[in-house]
């Protein structure tokens, strides 16, 4: 696998710390997320089931990801199969592979990596031979396009459910079991959906007639209910990537489950009840987490954390604890009405990690509509006080689209926002808003699961009313793509006719439909052709006594609820919310396992006494080696490994002053990806009282298999910078050895040169000219390689000009950085 050849190596090395090797296994489980690394890594639920499977003797849990297009193209040139990252195994060669079903857009990934693992994409035309082919996540509520690739699918909360499915596989597999008794042990697991177990049927007008149960003693499938969050798995040590991440920082469940009823959410429905961890079992999670990752910023989730029942006090003693560390709290989902002053104060008091409101709507009409539950009046002095508080800029959420919308509730979503921005002047602050638009897309099991959602041309009259609006009160604009909301629209209330779709739709080239830059309307216009499917047709209204295609999935809320709650919407009514007092009878809670469970408990465990660095500085030079693997981490990536591992390995690291402070070390001259390293050198700004030794120590306990801290010692803070220090650099180049022959020769050529000048192309268009010849202060040749000692140029440029090949590429030779020499 040449790593050399693709954008981003991080994505595809493996070896990062906390990730989970086991050589041997009863049963190897392939965790897939359909989309790229970066986006994989930073999903909860997919570090929450590699702990959980990885604490059980005998399995293993192996991450893989969609490859991005370089490295594909690469996989099919190469012959190569798609594998998991922990031990390279193929996906044909697994168990199980479960994939992570979170948004329509990924599910043509999702076949393009069972085709990259060599399987065939029906669960039909697959065997006892190939491995069991699984999904669960919020797209599991309605997965009836994707029904005929899967043998099995969960629906709700997987922590205990997937180790009941991994006992029913390892029992298959002992006794040998054809995959028919597989899936009736599958279907027997409360929440577990076994696809080929039911069989729609259709009208001539194309919609359901009904849902045929093949087996007649299981006419419906509930979800999973997770009793108790405060007692659930948490990934405490998670894999700590080696590259930035979507969400790079600590990300801590403190509640699962709403109950506030807005009535287009999703997620407000299919996760319901409510179950919050208590503050003492937050702090412990945080505290833990911290130390395995060293991490500078916690995350507090939940669908709404300004309503978790203890916020107020677990915020202030975060910051009590934490912010002379100078780790961030950040609360990605706030809802306005729940932010009081005090907790703005909070929030700020570290870093301000960015201000998210989401109105929804822009008049009070559309607002009831929805059971938001704000009015104009708490949306304003709410960004009042945030930005009173100092924030410059505040993010709108809204969607446009919602059941019964007007011209005029669009023209009230630009003038709410220029309100919004008023209180910035009001406050003393000239506050910025950027104001970002969504399209609604009716989902399965709530009360807009019935309704139609509005076409790409009145998306696209919708958002230029919007981008007229908002520029005449000078605000910035954002919104979501007309075409991808359409085609999310298409899956997320589809049928299992799409499925025929899916899989041209691959086959013509769509894959990462939910990056811009690689959607492709056209190629789904021709695929919905090919297949006779007229796409608009799944945007329509439904009639409320139709038979819809997730009509046999229960998320526990019943389909009488959603239709009460759809009346309410349309009369403008309030539902309120059932943690404060009376049942809504959503059919979800039997008051006994499944139930409301709140932490009024707000009594928090004692404070660990810590001590602040002192004023005194001390600065530590360290050189230390880059080697195997970690050859292809960027010199930003580098960067970040060693920011985690002063925290992990507790170094009294000091930090740079300003908004956002930084760890006080710095490197020398950044060396090439792809070359390894024994003389890396950089220099850290360290509290005064700790050896040097002591420093190494702490460091190679905490850094990656590859990355070794070689020497240590203590400099004058004033001694010069390593930049002015380094002088040359000695390399070792090793070539092919049918080269061996010609090398020394090929050396007395490159010497014999007066000037031997290379032009490398600079940012902004211009170009750098170097000689190399004067650069070149030693070279000669032992067998297949070169021992050369340079000032500027990179290795590579030397082996081009030697070997007078300029053809050559950075995986046809190994670069080994051997010494750094430095000025007398």
């Given at each position: 696998?040449?790593?050399?050849?693709?954008?981003?190596?991080?994505?595809?090395?493996?070896?990062?710390?906390?990730?989970?090797?086991?050589?041997?296994?009863?049963?190897?489980?392939?965790?897939?997320?359909?989309?790229?690394?970066?986006?994989?890594?930073?999903?909860?639920?997919?570090?929450?089931?590699?702990?959980?499977?990885?604490?059980?003797?005998?399995?293993?849990?192996?991450?893989?990801?969609?490859?991005?297009?370089?490295?594909?193209?690469?996989?099919?040139?190469?012959?190569?199969?798609?594998?998991?990252?922990?031990?390279?195994?193929?996906?044909?060669?697994?168990?199980?592979?479960?994939?992570?079903?979170?948004?329509?857009?990924?599910?043509?990934?999702?076949?393009?990596?069972?085709?990259?693992?060599?399987?065939?994409?029906?669960?039909?035309?697959?065997?006892?031979?190939?491995?069991?082919?699984?999904?669960?996540?919020?797209?599991?509520?309605?997965?009836?396009?994707?029904?005929?690739?899967?043998?099995?699918?969960?629906?709700?909360?997987?922590?205990?459910?997937?180790?009941?499915?991994?006992?029913?596989?390892?029992?298959?597999?002992?006794?040998?079991?054809?995959?028919?008794?597989?899936?009736?042990?599958?279907?027997?697991?409360?929440?577990?959906?076994?696809?080929?177990?039911?069989?729609?049927?259709?009208?001539?007008?194309?919609?359901?007639?009904?849902?045929?149960?093949?087996?007649?003693?299981?006419?419906?499938?509930?979800?999973?209910?997770?009793?108790?969050?405060?007692?659930?798995?948490?990934?405490?040590?998670?894999?700590?990537?080696?590259?930035?991440?979507?969400?790079?920082?600590?990300?801590?469940?403190?509640?699962?489950?709403?109950?506030?009823?807005?009535?287009?959410?999703?997620?407000?429905?299919?996760?319901?009840?409510?179950?919050?961890?208590?503050?003492?079992?937050?702090?412990?999670?945080?505290?833990?987490?911290?130390?395995?990752?060293?991490?500078?910023?916690?995350?507090?989730?939940?669908?709404?954390?300004?309503?978790?029942s203890c916020v107020s006090p677990l915020l202030s003693e975060l910051m009590a604890r934490y912010a002379h560390d100078r780790i961030a709290v950040s609360l990605p989902s706030l809802r306005v009405g729940t932010l009081t002053?005090?907790?703005?104060?909070?929030?700020?008091?570290?870093?301000?990690?960015?201000?998210?409101?989401?109105?929804?709507?822009?008049?009070?009409?559309?607002?009831?509509?929805?059971?938001?539950?704000?009015?104009?009046?708490?949306?304003?002095?709410?960004?009042?006080?945030?930005?009173?508080?100092?924030?410059?800029?505040?993010k709108l959420y809204f969607m446009i689209g919602l059941p019964g919308e007007t011209a005029e509730d669009i023209t009230q979503i630009a003038s709410l926002s220029r309100q919004v921005k008023d209180q910035g002047k009001r406050?003393?602050?000239?506050?910025?808003?950027?104001?970002?638009?969504?399209?609604?897309?009716?989902?399965?099991?709530?009360?807009?699961?019935?309704?139609?959602?509005?076409?790409?041309?009145?998306?696209?009259?919708?958002?230029?009313?919007?981008?007229?609006?908002?520029?005449?009160?000078?605000?910035?604009?954002?919104?979501?793509?007309?075409?991808?909301?359409?085609?999310?629209?298409?899956?997320?209330?589809?049928?299992?006719?799409?499925?025929?779709?899916?899989?041209?739709?691959?086959?013509?080239?769509?894959?990462?439909?939910?990056?811009?830059?690689?959607?492709?309307?056209?190629?789904?216009?021709?695929?919905?052709?090919?297949?006779?499917?007229?796409?608009?047709?799944?945007?329509?209204?439904?009639?409320?006594?139709?038979?819809?295609?997730?009509?046999?999935?229960?998320?526990?809320?019943?389909?009488?609820?959603?239709?009460?709650?759809?009346?309410?919407?349309?009369?403008?009514?309030?539902?309120?919310?059932?943690?404060?007092?009376?049942?809504?009878?959503?059919?979800?809670?039997?008051?006994?396992?499944?139930?409301?469970?709140?932490?009024?408990?707000?009594?928090?465990?004692?404070?660990?006494?810590?001590?602040?660095?002192?004023?005194?500085?001390?600065?530590?030079?360290?050189?230390?080696?880059?080697?195997?693997?970690?050859?292809?981490?960027?010199?930003?990536?580098?960067?970040?490994?060693?920011?985690?591992?002063?925290?992990?390995?507790?170094?009294?690291?000091?930090?740079?002053?300003?908004?956002?402070?930084?760890?006080?070390?710095?490197?020398?001259?950044?060396?090439?990806?792809?070359?390894?390293?024994?003389?890396?050198?950089?220099?850290?700004?360290?509290?005064?009282?700790?050896?040097?030794?002591?420093?190494?120590?702490?460091?190679?306990?905490?850094?990656?298999?590859?990355?070794?801290?070689?020497?240590?010692?203590?400099?004058?803070?004033?001694?010069?910078?390593?930049?002015?220090?380094?002088?040359?650099?000695?390399?070792?180049?090793?070539?092919?050895?049918?080269?061996?022959?010609?090398?020394?020769?090929?050396?007395?050529?490159?010497?014999?040169?007066?000037?031997?000048?290379?032009?490398?192309?600079?940012?902004?268009?211009?170009?750098?000219?170097?000689?190399?010849?004067?650069?070149?202060?030693?070279?000669?040749?032992?067998?297949?390689?070169?021992?050369?000692?340079?000032?500027?140029?990179?290795?590579?440029e030397f082996a081009r000009a030697v070997s007078g090949n300029p053809e050559l590429q950075a995986d046809d030779v190994r670069i080994e950085k051997r010494e750094a020499i430095f000025r007398d």
């Open positions: 696998m040449n790593l050399l050849a693709v954008e981003k190596p991080a994505r595809y090395m493996g070896g990062e710390m906390g990730s989970v090797r086991k050589e041997q296994a009863e049963l190897r489980i392939a965790l897939a997320f359909p989309d790229v690394y970066e986006v994989g890594m930073s999903h909860l639920g997919l570090r929450v089931l590699y702990r959980v499977l990885n604490q059980v003797e005998g399995i293993a849990a192996e991450r893989v990801f969609a490859p991005w297009p370089d490295r594909e193209r690469q996989m099919l040139s190469d012959g190569e199969g798609l594998a998991t990252l922990e031990t390279a195994t193929p996906l044909a060669a697994c168990d199980v592979i479960g994939f992570t079903l979170q948004y329509e857009l990924s599910y043509t990934n999702i076949l393009n990596m069972l085709k990259l693992a060599g399987l065939p994409l029906f669960s039909t035309e697959r065997g006892t031979g190939h491995p069991l082919v699984i999904a669960g996540g919020p797209c599991a509520y309605n997965p009836e396009p994707l029904a005929p690739f899967f043998d099995a699918i969960l629906l709700g909360d997987g922590e205990e459910a997937v180790l009941e499915i991994t006992e029913a596989v390892r029992q298959s597999k002992a006794l040998g079991e054809e995959r028919p008794a597989l899936l009736e042990r599958l279907a027997a697991i409360e929440g577990v959906y076994v696809p080929g177990m039911f069989e729609p049927r259709y009208h001539a007008d194309g919609t359901v007639t009904e849902i045929v149960p093949l087996s007649p003693d299981r006419k419906t499938v509930r979800r999973r209910f997770l009793s108790n969050l405060d007692s659930a798995p948490y990934p405490s040590e998670p894999v700590i990537p080696f590259m930035k991440t979507v969400h790079d920082r600590v990300a801590v469940e403190i509640a699962r489950g709403c109950t506030r009823g807005c009535r287009f959410c999703q997620a407000g429905y299919i996760y319901r009840p409510l179950r919050e961890r208590s503050p003492a079992t937050v702090l412990e999670l945080v505290q833990k987490s911290l130390q395995s990752t060293g991490y500078d910023e916690i995350s507090l989730l939940s669908l709404s954390t300004g309503d978790y002053e005090g907790l703005i104060e909070e929030i700020r008091r570290v870093r301000k990690t960015g201000f998210t409101l989401a109105p929804e709507a822009g008049s009070e009409r559309m607002r009831r509509v929805i059971n938001k539950g704000i009015t104009e009046q708490d949306l304003l002095e709410t960004a009042f006080n945030v930005y009173g508080a100092g924030w410059r800029t505040i406050s003393g602050n000239p506050g910025e808003v950027n104001v970002s638009v969504g399209t609604f897309v009716p989902k399965a099991h709530t009360p807009f699961q019935w309704e139609p959602q509005i076409s790409v041309d009145e998306t696209l009259e919708r958002q230029y009313q919007l981008h007229t609006e908002l520029k005449q009160r000078k605000l910035r604009f954002k919104w979501q793509d007309a075409p991808l909301s359409f085609l999310e629209g298409v899956f997320a209330r589809g049928d299992r006719r799409l499925a025929a779709v899916l899989v041209r739709a691959v086959e013509l080239g769509c894959r990462f439909d939910g990056w811009r830059e690689h959607f492709s309307l056209e190629r789904w216009q021709q695929a919905f052709r090919e297949c006779g499917i007229q796409p608009e047709w799944y945007l329509r209204r439904r009639e409320l006594d139709e038979v819809l295609p997730w009509d046999h999935l229960d998320c526990g809320v019943t389909r009488e609820f959603l239709l009460q709650e759809r009346e309410r919407a349309l009369s403008e009514a309030a539902t309120v919310d059932c943690r404060h007092g009376q049942c809504s009878a959503c059919g979800v809670c039997n008051f006994d396992t499944i139930a409301n469970r709140l932490s009024h408990d707000s009594a928090l465990p004692a404070r660990l006494q810590t001590t602040a660095p002192g004023d005194d500085q001390a600065r530590v030079r360290l050189r230390f080696s880059k080697t195997g693997a970690m050859r292809y981490l960027s010199h930003l990536e580098l960067l970040t490994v060693f920011t985690r591992a002063v925290s992990r390995g507790a170094v009294p690291i000091l930090f740079s002053q300003g908004f956002h402070p930084h760890p006080r070390f710095s490197f020398a001259t950044a060396t090439s990806v792809g070359v390894e390293s024994h003389a890396e050198y950089m220099d850290m700004i360290v509290a005064a009282g700790i050896s040097a030794a002591e420093i190494q120590r702490r460091l190679n306990s905490a850094l990656p298999a590859g990355i070794k801290v070689l020497a240590a010692e203590m400099i004058d803070l004033k001694a010069p910078a390593l930049s002015v220090l380094i002088d040359k650099t000695r390399y070792a180049i090793t070539f092919d050895s049918a080269c061996s022959d010609s090398l020394a020769e090929q050396c007395v050529q490159f010497l014999a040169h007066d000037r031997f000048t290379v032009q490398r192309k600079k940012k902004g268009g211009e170009t750098q000219t170097i000689d190399l010849r004067a650069e070149c202060f030693s070279l000669n040749a032992s067998g297949a390689t070169l021992d050369l000692v340079a000032g500027r140029g990179k290795p590579l």
